[in-house]
């Protein structure tokens, strides 16, 4: 099982966007090949920080969802949103 973490910091404006964006695609990505959790955090002292946190059956359908057409179209929508950087870490279950 391979864990994905994304933070994403985005402008205030635009945290209503990305939630709507979020909302749009979540059943989507949630069921790609491979998922098997998908859900948005959002960090309790700071409401612009949110994070992804998703599971996925092994590293290849990981690599083959970063490599379709849904997530380009959606991070590509969703990275205009940004007021840094994002940051991602992929971690496996100990």
């Not at 910091?9 to 989507?28: I, P």
């Not at 491979?34 to 059956?57: A, I, M, R």
């Amino acid at each position: 099982m391979i864990i994905r973490l994304v933070k994403m910091t985005f402008e205030q404006k635009h945290v209503n966007d990305f939630l709507k964006l979020f909302s749009e695609y979540k059943e989507r990505i949630a069921g790609f090949e491979g998922c098997t959790h998908l859900e948005l955090l959002q960090d309790k002292n700071n409401p612009v920080v949110f994070f992804t946190y998703s599971k996925w059956e092994d590293g290849s359908f990981l690599d083959k969802y970063r490599k379709s057409d849904l997530f380009i179209r959606v991070w590509g929508q969703t990275k205009k949103l940004f007021a840094e950087k994002a940051e991602a870490w992929t971690v496996e279950e100990v």
